[in-house]
């Protein structure tokens, strides 16, 4: 989990500058990335604020752009399912897609494990928001450091390592083209939409090999 | 106002995070939606880095003049090759940031 952790440094400096070139106050951009603890949510809501966006379209799109994690959530739900309501709402709030990724290299992941995993990637996350917050006035224009680099890196390097077999090729071709066609239309769901599509077809061919 | 917008995103995401884990949330998954469920991951991951490479604000980047799509295409080709997390991730940052250095993308 260790070199997942480093991966958040660049996302949450970018979050935490973000917040301040929005226009919050230093205690209101600490408190988004406590609380939210969503880099992808907090980047986008935070542009839509920016360009003056109401609260209700931010909202929604926030809302599509989070919903990979019901997905997240119902592979975890048989794991889950025992587990007394403190631990569950604790792990609801530590999932992220890196907690899920690295929840999805155990065969049967513990609390301790998820726990272990999702504090450790809260823990820096909140921390390096705040180093984003205090180099925000002091580096006018960390975009270009292309820090969210990182973040494709770690995605696709997981992507290929949970490939098992062909069907999941297929799958991720699927998504790969569909999201670039989604994408191109600058559709608010088209993460979710292209997600979905290749999870169907890996699952049409899954059925074809059995 | 902006406390609003803090509280109200918290309430969001963690209503997507937590709902499916609530064992009363009533769900009954047909054979091929659990089947659609073991691709989850990698569908979604490269859905969410795909957008990353070729898009920024919404505006298409380009192929050829795109460090990003370079970075990505090794990034795929040292996983691929090597099999290792860790080696993986700190080989393709090292080459994207050589390849930006160098190019002056």
Redesign the interface.
Known sequence: MLPLSVAVIPWGILAGSAAINAGLSVMQAVGMSALVFAGAAQLVSLSMLMTGASLLSILITVFFLTSQHFIYALSLREEVKPWSLKRRLSIGFLLTDELYATAMLKEKPSYAYMLGAGFSFYVSWVLFSLMGILLANKVPDLSTLHLEFSIVVVLLVMAVMLIQNKAAIYGVVSSSIMVLILSWFELGSAILLAGFSGMWVAALFDRVED | M?????????C???F????????KTQ?R?PK?AT?????????????????????E??H?KGIFEN??FY??IF??LI??LT?K??L??LL??GF??GL?LLFDF
């Open positions: 902006t406390w609003l917008f803090v509280l109200s995103l918290t969001v995401t963690f997507n995070q937590y709902l499916f884990l609530e064992p769900i998954l091929f089947r659609m469920l073991k691709y989850a991951a990698p569908c979604l991951m490269v859905s969410i880095c795909l957008p990353l490479v070729f898009f604000g919404g298409w460090s990003y970075g990505a990034t795929l996983t691929l099999k997390l860790l993986s991730i393709s940052l994207f940031y930006n």
